[in-house]
């Protein structure tokens, strides 16, 4: 008997969770036995309090809002100021480095 | 991927017009829209990760993405549904960069409960103490297990969504799941 509780354990929790009947292979014993009664119950229970959970709140760190619209600050200064300048001065270098180094190169004649 | 917080119309307009802001350009705007969504972003993250620190971090990297991806929302799904995606996923990316995390209790925390009845004391002091093992219960769950419990049964999320996320298959998710629950319903039985 037990290992037929066991074997209808995860659709005696679907069932309880999902508020449909167990499947029909497991269903007559289900009707019939105590103990996965008692586990329907206690899973149809446990998932109305884990949906309950959605409506609880952890309450966030007081600086959260803070450090996120400090980091959207860092975000667009970077982004207006910085990022094209930086880009142009990177590939006016890397062309200047180019040439100084076509300049250089050794020569055989 | 259900979201059982009612709001009132008003309230929608009231978002729709701070979102359609913040998509502008509007700072003020999204500053809004983070002080009323912080708590439950937080929230989500301190379940998928339990270390609070770990929590904060991903909860802060996720709201920033929301910035930065608030030009692609189009309004197709709730912005908290929305936002809780790009949670879950930064979570994810998190947890991947930081290891694995030992769980924190929560329930010192909980800042709002869901209402129990007060007409009948009795039942509600049950419940409170079952909402306290059940919580004690999911924070207790290895990561992976606690992972799907706190998406599925939580948050209500179907198993093709959870699997897309994690990157897992289908059956690997119900699987989890299955475990997950047993264990849950396991340790309820012990601590009762």
Same mark, same amino acid.
């Given at each position: 008997?037990?290992?037929?509780?066991?074997?209808?354990?995860?659709?005696?929790?679907?069932?309880?969770?999902?508020?449909?009947?167990?499947?029909?292979?497991?269903?007559?014993?289900?009707?019939?036995? &105590?103990?996965?009664?008692?586990?329907?119950?206690?899973?149809?229970?446990?998932?109305?309090?884990?949906?309950? #959970?959605?409506?609880?709140?952890?309450?966030?760190?007081?600086?959260?809002e803070?450090?996120v619209l400090?980091?959207?600050?860092?975000?667009?200064?970077?982004?207006?100021?910085? @990022?094209?300048?930086?880009?142009?001065?990177?590939?006016?270098?890397?062309?200047?480095?180019?040439?100084?180094?076509?300049?250089?190169?050794?020569?055989?004649? | 991927?259900?979201?059982?917080?009612?709001?009132?119309?008003?309230?929608?307009?009231?978002?729709?017009?701070?979102?359609? @802001?913040a998509?502008?350009?509007?700072r003020a705007a999204f500053a809004a829209l983070v002080r !009323?969504?912080?708590?439950?972003?937080?929230?989500?993250?301190?379940?998928?990760?339990?270390?609070?620190? &770990?929590?904060?971090?991903?909860?802060?990297?996720? &709201?920033? @993405?929301?910035?930065?991806?608030?030009?692609?929302?189009?309004?197709?799904?709730?912005?908290?549904?929305?936002?809780? /995606?790009?949670?879950?996923?930064?979570?994810?990316?998190?947890?991947? /960069?930081?290891?694995?995390?030992?769980?924190?209790?929560?329930?010192?925390?909980?800042?709002?409960?869901?209402?129990?009845?007060?007409?009948?004391?009795?039942?509600?002091? !049950?419940?409170?103490?079952?909402?306290?093992?059940?919580?004690?219960?999911?924070?207790?769950?290895?990561?992976?297990?606690?992972?799907?419990?706190?998406?599925?049964?939580?948050?209500?999320?179907?198993?093709? !969504?959870?699997?897309?996320? #994690?990157?897992?298959?289908?059956?690997?998710?119900?699987? /989890?799941?299955?475990?997950?629950?047993? /264990?849950?319903? @396991?340790?309820?039985?012990?601590?009762?």
């Amino acid at each position: 008997m037990s290992v037929v509780c066991e074997m209808a354990a995860p659709f005696v929790a679907n069932s309880a969770v999902d508020g449909g009947e167990v499947i029909l292979p497991f269903r007559s014993h289900t009707a019939a036995c &105590l103990k996965c009664q008692a586990r329907h119950a206690v899973m149809s229970r446990t998932a109305r309090e884990l949906v309950a #959970m959605q409506d609880q709140r952890i309450a966030a760190p007081a600086d959260l809002e803070w450090r996120v619209l400090s980091s959207l600050e860092g975000d667009l200064e970077l982004a207006r100021t910085w @990022r094209t300048p930086v880009a142009l001065s990177a590939a006016v270098l890397s062309m200047a480095a180019a040439i100084v180094i076509w300049r250089l190169r050794p020569r055989t004649s | 991927m259900s979201n059982q917080s009612g709001s009132s119309p008003v309230e929608n307009q009231r978002e729709l017009d701070l979102i359609s @802001r913040a998509q502008n350009g509007d700072r003020a705007a999204f500053a809004a829209l983070v002080r !009323e969504h912080q708590d439950e972003v937080y929230t989500l993250a301190r379940r998928l990760v339990g270390d609070p620190h &770990l929590a904060a971090d991903v909860a802060q990297e996720a &709201l920033i @993405r929301a910035w930065r991806a608030l030009p692609k929302f189009r309004g197709d799904a709730k912005f908290s549904t929305w936002i809780y /995606r790009i949670t879950v996923n930064t979570s994810w990316t998190h947890k991947k /960069r930081a290891g694995r995390h030992q769980a924190t209790p929560i329930e010192e925390h909980t800042q709002v409960a869901a209402p129990v009845d007060a007409r009948h004391p009795e039942v509600a002091g !049950e419940i409170l103490e079952l909402r306290a093992r059940l919580r004690h219960a999911v924070d207790s769950l290895p990561d992976a297990q606690r992972e799907v419990v706190v998406l599925k049964d939580i948050y209500g999320w179907s198993h093709a !969504e959870i699997a897309d996320s #994690m990157g897992i298959t289908v059956t690997a998710a119900k699987v /989890r799941l299955h475990r997950a629950r047993a /264990r849950l319903a @396991r340790d309820l039985e012990e601590s009762a």
